[in-house]
Every structure is written in C-alpha cells, then in structure tokens.
Nanobody
Framework: QVQLVESGGGLVQAGDSLRLSCAASGLTFGSYDMAWYRQDPGQEREFVSAITYNADKAYYADSVKGRFSISRDNAKNTVYLQMNSLKLEDAGVYIC??????????????????WGKGTQVAVSP
C-alpha cells in the first residue's frame, strides 16, 4: 500500500520560510518522479514543483521560481520543498504526488499515480 505523508506546514508571516517534507512508503521511491501541488478550498489543484526520479531535473511553477526549491533524499524515501520569501498567495494545502512516468507539458507535471493528503500552509501579513 502506497503512502505519501506530508509534514512541515504551519502558520508563518509573509517573508518567512518553511520546509515541507513528504515521506513515501510502499513504493520503489527511487523510480518515481515526485511533485508538489497546492490546493485551496473550492479551487483546482495547482502544480507547484516536481523533481525527476534521479534529481537530474527540477520544474517549478512561474509563481514560485526563485523562491522555492525542491529536493529529494532517495535513501530516506523523502522529498522536500523549501519555501522562501513566502507570500500571502502561497497559502493553501500542499499535496505530495508520485508518478513513474509523468508527462511534462511546459514544465508542469501531469499524470501522477499517487497522492498524499496534504499539509496546510497559512501565511499572514
């Protein structure tokens, strides 16, 4: 049974930093591309960032380029999202996803196989 468990969310002030983690189990982690998405209530899920299975490529939404950084530790079956200079509009539920062969279109990952339940990020002025 595949599980993706996110952690690290919380309430921060605009300009602060947060580091999210996603621990994976039940899959061969080193064979999966990993991604982060963000979802607000009543809104569609929005792509944030992705990293290939061997970390040779990383992809970012335009809105987070230069502020967010994705990384992975295959020995720990964990993917991270370092979020710096947080803005009010970065708030939402951050969801981790995994796929063996996602499709990348204009730098956005599609076709994820597994999803976590998410961790809440709130940003105050």
């Amino acid at each position: 049974q595949v599980q993706l468990v996110e952690s690290g969310g919380g309430l921060v002030q605009a300009g602060d930093s947060l580091r999210l983690s996603c621990a994976a189990s039940g899959l061969t982690f080193g064979s999966y591309d990993m991604a982060w998405y963000r979802q607000d209530p009543g809104q569609e899920r929005e792509f944030v960032s992705a990293i290939t299975y061997n970390a040779d490529k990383a992809y970012y939404a335009d809105s987070v380029k230069g502020r967010f950084s994705i990384s992975r530790d295959n020995a720990k079956n964990t993917v991270y999202l370092q979020m710096n200079s947080l803005k009010l509009e970065d708030a939402g539920v951050y969801i981790c996803a995994a796929a063996v062969s996602p499709t990348y279109v204009r730098g956005i990952a599609y076709g994820m196989d597994y999803w976590g339940k998410g961790t809440q990020v709130a940003v105050s002025p």
